[in-house]
């Protein structure tokens, strides 16, 4: 017959998956801007950005407004390695008339307790940060700020709905301040949930789930901040307050709620409301247990249908005699006496029976805790993409730590809900008071991190007349290197190509091509058809140039490239036949015309001997003769802007500008030849390839480079050369990239201090991983996991950090480029003496097309 009464209060394990997926669906719907105010679970963000990393240090007030007393603390957090804090604490009642009074004598009354534990512990002439744990739903908009929603637990205080309850705080602080000598800041507003997760987070840093299962109850996680659309910005994570006291409250459970749970909400404070935590909390427990025994008695089925008026009396039945009456191993002796003292007399039949009764109403609260629970872990885990995941949950409350099956029992529930989680549960030490320090803590580190971070990163963030100035240097300098009596001391060089013309759409033919510029060297084969269905068809074969060739002898270098064109050649089934012959190299060169080109110097990490001061044509045509297979006709000899400018122009007739951002840095344009001091003839233009890449050699634009820039450039195979081109080109940005990490690692900034082997490793850092972490749609998960191929074990905040050096050093490199090319468009449009000019720019380059 017992049985019978509770049939409803037993939940199958498919229930509580049904739960569990419930659960799923309102965490959904209150992190949705479109969802939110409809949500009965509002998952409050609380602006708790970090977990403690075990760095934070320094003294803390805390006090703490929840329960059934009033608590202020003094927490002491060492940063000696070892996680250590040290709390002194002082409780204080909170009187009925305060908390079912105004709010001014509210927060006046904690302004009090305050003030008398500094004067207890001597703290008063000291400026200290406070953190304040109100256990109460709150909407934040920042850490340090938060409007009250509404009271639960029995608090019913006027005039304090809707309002910022930390500026009531600091108000009532306020007119301590002049007459009693105190300095208090409020940084910090922690629900006890959070101040549970953050507490036991101090002490286990896998910990990113708070508990509270006690006089309320509800839950805390750490949410990734994309999923948070009530919140700007989508970078790293933040706790979100679940409040999911309120599941249920729009209808959700009333297929589990029985006739008990009705007459227990009907008989509430706040009828309608908080319906989940009427199920599973210590504070409804107990009339839940004396409602189930009233009815079971009045049919007579136990104590002989005799109600005492203890009975009958609502709250007379407490928590604490239901975790007595379960404590199984005293067999029914504490049970007989909790009866006797309500004035029943009980049978051993009853007593056995009421103890059933006890053990199903607390089994069916850790049961749809645990599912809860179970929907927060799955969340947690999908958003991390792991199949199996380890993590910690904080928890707190007094049902949790005093009734002696509970804490095993949902243990037990959650593993068998979740078997893709390992969940250790740890009892917050200290409880929310020490964790409302430990946000304080954090939020003080974070912030004093977020000052140096700016400050190192702040010579990257070119203000526009900056940027004006860089344009005004480069039109200088690409002025100087046209005019007879300053090129040779020009850093920029303006070579002249002999390129006198783009294309017109007549040119047709086969033509053989080979693109040396890189770590890669292509061979291609053209074929360009005229006239109205005109078309290039392009084939090509990419060969490796091997570093120990790339710095090896000229003559190896060329043997390479010839054995390159015999294996594309045979490849392509045409070795007998003598093609006209493109050579794109990606260097500068003097030119003397379009088939002629002397090597200046290498960039791009060549270093070939007996190269420089020789004409590269002659060298191709002695490697071709040497190998006597076959034979080419080298008509022109062209460096990659000049390439991509052709190519464009092929397309767009308006294009008379190449720019590479790629691996190098350049830029070529169609200059006048009246402007080309160094080559004979007035008539016409013709393309200055410009070199720009040196830009800065002569020490013009020092102001703008950063100490990272200078330590580029000395552990460089050319330092000193190709200024501009290490701020701006791929081969570099990488390596900048990292000297700034190993400098924030130093300071202590970046993970956790310590310098890996392999961020000592020159290169490491490769531009491409800049590409990948800076894809809009990569989550911190694929940074992080970058990052762990490279040997750094990152922690949220780190990835964050690294997605922002890396943001700032690429977007430098973008601005500087368009700053220079500003130069060149201006020079165009002052060379047609058009108030406005219309062109195209052809573009080519790993950075430009990969770098999203």
């Known amino acids: 017959q017992v049985d019978r009464y509770l049939y409803h209060l037993r939940l199958s394990d498919d229930a509580l998956l049904d739960v569990m997926a419930r659960f799923q669906a309102e965490m959904a719907k209150g992190l949705g801007r479109d969802t939110n105010p409809t949500a009965a679970v509002k998952m409050l963000p609380s602006f708790v950005r970090s977990l403690p990393d075990g760095s934070e240090k320094g003294d803390f007030l805390a006090v703490d407004l929840g329960g059934s007393q009033f608590r202020a603390h003094q927490v002491k957090v060492f940063d000696d390695g070892k996680q250590s804090s040290q709390l002194e604490s002082k409780f204080y009642p909170t009187p009925k008339e305060v908390i079912q009074g105004n709010g001014a004598e509210l927060f006046d009354y904690i302004a009090d307790c305050l003030l008398d534990f500094m004067e207890t512990k001597n703290l008063k002439h000291k400026k200290l940060p406070l953190g304040f744990t109100f ?22 205080v006027r005039g304090v709905q809707d309002t910022d309850v930390v500026s009531s705080l600091r108000k009532a602080l306020q007119k301590h301040k002049a007459s009693f000598d105190i300095d208090v800041d409020v940084l910090a507003l922690v629900n006890d949930t959070v101040g549970t997760m953050m507490t036991c987070g101090y002490d286990d840093q896998r910990c990113e789930v708070g508990l509270i299962i006690g006089t309320g109850t509800n839950a805390c996680y750490m949410e990734e901040m994309r999923h948070i659309d009530l919140v700007e910005g989508d970078e790293g994570r933040m706790c979100i307050n679940t409040e999911w006291g309120a599941f249920g409250d729009d209808g959700a459970l009333d297929d589990l709620r029985t006739e008990f749970d009705r007459e227990l909400d009907l008989g509430s404070l706040n009828p309608g409301k908080q319906l989940f935590e009427k199920m599973i909390s210590s504070l409804y427990l107990g009339e839940l247990v004396r409602l189930i025994l009233l009815k079971m008695t009045k049919e007579g089925l136990l104590f002989n249908g005799k109600a005492s008026t203890a009975l009958l009396t609502k709250g007379k039945i407490e928590m604490k005699h239901v975790s007595a009456m379960e404590k199984y191993k005293e067999g029914l002796s504490n049970t007989k006496e909790i009866l006797t003292e309500l004035n029943l ?6 007593c056995v029976a009421v103890q059933h009764v006890c053990t199903i109403v607390s089994f069916r609260s850790a049961n749809l805790c645990a599912a809860a629970l179970a929907a927060i872990l799955t969340r947690l885990r999908e958003n991390k993409k792991l199949l199996r995941m380890r993590t910690t949950v904080g928890i707190d409350g007094g049902l949790y730590k005093t009734h002696p099956q509970y804490a095993k029992r949902l243990h037990k529930v959650v593993r068998r809900l979740v078997p893709a989680c390992d969940v250790r549960f740890l009892l917050s030490a200290g409880g929310s008071g020490r964790g409302a320090a430990v946000v304080t803590a954090v939020a003080r580190r974070l912030a004093a991190r977020r000052q140096r971070v700016d400050t190192a990163l702040a010579p990257f963030l ?63 084969l053209v074929k ?17 140039i ?16 010839v054995q390159c064109i015999a294996d594309f050649l045979e490849y392509m089934g045409i070795k007998g036949a003598r093609l006209p012959l493109g050579f794109t190299f990606s260097f500068p060169c003097r030119q003397a015309s379009i088939d002629k080109g002397t090597l200046v110097g290498w960039t791009k990490g060549f270093k070939a001997t007996d190269c420089e001061g020789e004409d590269v044509v002659d060298m191709l045509r002695e490697a071709i003769k040497r190998r006597n297979e076959f034979d080419l006709d080298i008509v022109a000899v062209v460096n990659d802007t000049v390439g991509t400018m052709m190519t ?23 200059e006048d030849m009246k402007n080309i001091e160094i080559v004979e003839g007035n008539e016409g233009k013709m393309c200055i390839n410009t070199e720009w890449g040196a830009f800065g050699d002569n020490g013009c634009i020092d102001n703008i480079r950063t100490k990272y820039d200078k330590e580029v450039d000395e552990g460089s195979l050319n330092p000193g050369k190709q200024r501009y081109e290490k701020m701006t080109s791929g081969m570099y940005l990488g390596e900048i990239v990292r000297q700034i990490l190993i400098d924030l690692t130093k300071q202590g900034l970046l993970f956790r201090g310590h310098v890996s082997e392999s961020l000592r490793k020159r290169g490491i850092f490769e531009t491409k991983f800049l590409s990948q972490i800076e894809s809009d749609r990569l989550a911190l998960l694929q940074v992080r996991r970058i990052l762990q191929q490279l040997g750094l074990d990152s922690t949220c905040d780190d990835s964050i950090i690294v997605k922002e050096v890396c943001g700032v050093v690429s977007r430098r490199a973008a601005r500087l480029c368009g700053a220079g090319l500003a130069a060149v468009v201006e020079k165009k449009r002052e060379n047609r003496g058009v108030e406005r000019l219309q062109i195209t720019v052809g573009v080519d380059g790993t950075l430009y097309k990969l770098h999203p």
């Open 648 to 670: 464009c122009g092929y397309e767009d007739p308006n294009c008379e500008i190449g720019l590479i951002a790629g691996t190098g840095s350049n830029v070529c344009y169609m």
């Open 135 to 156: 256990s109460f739903p709150c909407k934040q908009t920042k850490l340090e700020e938060g409007v009250l929603l509404a009271w639960t637990k029995h608090f019913k």
């Open 528 to 544: 360009i058809k005229s006239g109205r269905r005109r078309s290039v068809q392009m084939y090509n074969k990419i060969f490796a």
């Open 462 to 524: 070119l203000p526009p007349g900056v940027l004006g100035e860089v344009k005004d240097k480069m039109r200088a300098e690409l002025e100087y290197g046209l005019r007879r009596d300053t090129q040779a001391d020009a850093t920029v060089k303006m070579l002249p190509t002999y390129v006198r013309g783009t294309p017109d759409g007549t040119e047709k033919g086969k033509f053989l091509a080979l693109d040396l510029g890189g770590t890669n060297f292509r061979v291609l």
């Open 345 to 350: 007399f009980p049978s051993e039949e009853d």
């Open 546 to 561: 091997p570093l120990e060739i790339m710095q090896g002898t000229g003559e190896e270098l060329f043997d390479h490239i």
